[in-house]
């Protein structure tokens, strides 16, 4: 059975500064990994994803994760961070085809000016 | 860009009543998922649909709950009998293929 890990509740960080939200999955077979973004009383919004080919994937609105097979990890990224960026992040697994995606329990992101 | 909707975006209902969430697909998307979020906890997967049928659901999706796709753009949730645990958030997503699950802004159920 697929497992997502987001081991921190909540990342505080200074506008302008890089961010890293942290997260590991388990998946029997190659895993397809996402990151989602909550907004307050918004829906999941995609940012991006890893399925295949290089390991550094870039997404929406300046953010990137890296994927390792080694460690399972797949932590989402930005050089420089912004108050705009204030959200709750998902990251999600799912194994292959159109299986359902299996969520992590969200990471808070605060970013201060 | 197409886009997931539903509606309506917030539901108040009595423990006991029916509710039907309704979602809208992006138009050429074939496989659809319910999924729901209990306040501030993660989310959870309920149920996809495929070919007018379900392929998969969660033990989450009881007898209670049913799905359908009326006609060529709706797809609903239906709650037989709503409890008080069945408050959420609820959301919708679709995909075309292998890739992407877009998800819908989602509707807020509280069950009184």
């Known amino acids: 059975a697929q497992s997502v890990a987001q081991p921190e509740d909540q990342v505080n960080v200074a506008e302008g500064n890089p961010l890293t939200v942290k997260c590991t999955y388990s998946?029997?077979?190659?895993?397809?990994l996402f990151w989602y973004v909550q907004y307050p009383n918004r829906g999941l919004q995609f940012l991006l994803k890893y399925i295949t080919g290089d390991n550094l994937v870039k997404g929406s609105y300046g953010f990137e994760a890296e994927f390792n097979k080694s460690q399972t990890s797949f932590h989402l990224k930005k050089p420089s961070a912004l108050v705009s960026d204030s959200a709750l992040y998902f990251c999600?697994?799912?194994?292959?085809?159109?299986?359902?995606?299996?969520f992590g329990k969200g990471t808070r992101l605060s970013v201060i000016a | 860009e197409p886009e997931v909707t539903q509606t309506p975006s917030h539901q108040v209902t009595q423990m006991g009543q029916e509710v039907i969430l309704r979602c809208v697909p992006i138009?050429?998307?074939?496989?659809f998922y319910w999924y729901r979020q209990i306040l501030g906890q993660k989310v959870e997967f309920l149920v996809s649909?495929?070919?007018?049928?379900?392929?998969?659901k969660s033990e989450i999706f009881d007898d209670q709950f049913s799905v359908e796709r009326p006609d060529g753009s709706n797809f609903t949730l239906k709650i037989r009998s709503t409890k008080l645990e069945d408050s959420a958030m609820y959301f919708c997503?679709?995909?075309?293929?292998?890739?992407?699950?877009?998800f819908g802004p989602g509707t807020r159920l509280t069950v009184l």
């Open positions: 649909f495929y070919n007018n049928e379900i392929s998969e």
């Open positions: 998946v029997s077979g190659n895993p397809y």
């Open positions: 138009s050429n998307h074939l496989y």
């Open positions: 999600a697994v799912r194994a292959s085809g159109n299986t359902p995606l299996v």
């Open positions: 997503a679709s995909i075309l293929g292998r890739g992407t699950q877009y």
